[in-house]
């Protein structure tokens, strides 16, 4: 009988849920803001607020479904949320094939996805932590990153390929169809999840909202994590439209070098995250959490010396290369280390937390660069972001504790 908590049995499943949902996801990327612009005839402020506020008031709706999700089994909540994301998703297509589609349909339902994503990543988590044993969730978590940025790196060339051979809701139907497979993955997997169980009220309360924040700022070492997660993601983001801006723009590059210099360096990712296992059995998963979590902070200053031709693309792709690689060793130990730190009982709200939390910081975070881009020019707001990232190992926790399980060997191929 295959053990359902082996990362070969039941997470074999998981695996491939995530592997086909991210690949729909990545195929679909600015999906919408093209159709936006190729079918509705939208302007800027348009695209912006659909990229801006879709993400955002999603954000804010899954606040109370983390709570909610907490007391109740993970794996029907995460294919709920598949098959919510794939109704909406199809919508679109059948708007655009029946003449009816609007903007205003465009951004509802990208709050819905945003939501339900928000409420499967939070549950995903629980789950991963359920069918692996403590001791391989290194080893799981670095599978997770590696698909992620192949996905990344893929994703994106090929949806745009896709949509001038067959129209601009073509990535989106695809993207609708992988959050179907997705969710006939997470019905595969194999044993019966326990039934979550409550000791409070059988009701949501308004108080319980919060616990997920609480718990994070109550534990020092999640605390710093947390904070230093926002601070970096939300710095490194908010360079990309300065970034696209100063190439394509001032500097001249044609759109198809902009996507090389991005797509190269993913495969630094992939290298990072396979790597992650091996760097922890040999260093300790303290040593290598600071020494990545340090080193993808230091990249980013060299993005504000970008400029033309050759030398320029090679520094964008030398620094994207740097950034990616330590961002592939540096999540799945961040990612092992918060699941390692939460008790099962605070897990989805924990990462609903987190994971509203780092959404809303990353749009505001951008929103608050274009404005200063705009006073001070794409160049001077990118080195300000550079400087700022340097401070950032400075939130890092300086201890993590222990983990319950005993460190795992170096993984084989």
């Known amino acids: 009988m295959t053990d359902r908590r082996s990362p070969d049995g039941g997470f074999g499943w998981l695996w491939a849920a995530y592997a086909v949902s991210a690949f729909g996801t990545w195929l679909a990327f600015d999906a919408f803001a093209l159709i936006a612009v190729l079918v509705l005839d939208a302007g800027t402020t348009e695209v912006s607020v659909l990229a801006a506020a879709g993400v955002a008031v999603g954000a804010v709706v899954a606040v109370p479904l983390g709570p909610w999700v907490e007391f109740r089994r993970k794996r029907p909540v995460m294919i709920v949320a598949d098959l919510v994301r794939c109704a909406a998703l199809l919508s679109v297509p059948v708007a655009y094939t029946l003449g009816l589609l609007g903007f205003p349909q465009l951004l509802v339902v990208s709050v819905v996805v945003a939501a339900a994503g928000i409420t499967f990543q939070a549950a995903s988590g629980a789950c991963l932590k359920e069918i692996v044993p403590p001791e391989s969730l290194l080893r799981a978590n670095g599978r997770l990153e590696a698909t992620t940025w192949t996905a990344t790196m893929l994703g994106p060339p090929l949806g745009t390929a896709a949509i001038g051979l067959f129209g601009p809701v073509t990535s989106v139907l695809a993207d609708a169809v992988s959050y179907?497979?997705?969710?006939?993955?997470?019905?595969?997997?194999?044993?019966?999840?326990?039934?979550?169980?409550?000791?409070?009220?059988?009701?949501?309360?308004?108080?319980?909202?919060?616990?997920?924040?609480?718990?994070?700022?109550?534990?020092?070492?999640?605390?710093?994590?947390?904070?230093?997660?926002?601070?970096?993601?939300?710095?490194?983001?908010?360079?990309?439209?300065?970034?696209?801006?100063?190439?394509?723009?001032?500097?001249?590059f044609a759109p198809w070098q902009y996507g090389l210099v991005f797509a190269v360096p993913c495969l630094g990712g992939l290298i990072g995250s396979r790597w992650s296992p091996r760097l922890v059995a040999r260093f300790g998963r303290r040593r290598v959490l600071r020494t990545a979590g340090v080193l993808r902070a230091c990249w980013l200053p060299g993005l504000a010396f970008v400029g033309p031709g050759v030398p320029g693309l090679l520094t964008v792709m030398v620094v994207e290369l740097g950034i990616i690689t330590c961002m592939g060793v540096f999540n799945p130990v961040f990612a092992t280390v918060r699941l390692d730190l939460t008790p099962t009982d605070r897990l989805v709200r924990t990462l609903s937390a987190w994971s509203v939390s780092g959404k809303l910081a990353v749009a505001a975070t951008t929103a608050l660069w274009r404005l200063l881009a705009g006073l001070t020019g794409p160049r001077a707001a990118l080195a300000l972001a550079g400087l700022l990232a340097l401070a950032t190992p400075s939130l890092l926790p300086r201890t993590v504790r222990a983990s319950r399980a005993v460190p795992e060997p170096a993984p084989g191929p």
């Not at 059988?202 to 997660?229: S, V, Y």
Request: proline share 5%.
């Open 180 to 252: 179907l497979l997705s969710a006939l993955g997470i019905r595969a997997i194999p044993g019966r999840e326990a039934r979550a169980g409550r000791t409070g009220a059988p009701r949501l309360r308004i108080g319980e909202l919060a616990d997920g924040w609480r718990f994070i700022l109550a534990d020092p070492a999640l605390r710093r994590l947390f904070l230093n997660t926002l601070a970096v993601n939300g710095l490194i983001m908010a360079t990309s439209p300065l970034l696209a801006v100063l190439m394509l723009g001032r500097l001249g």
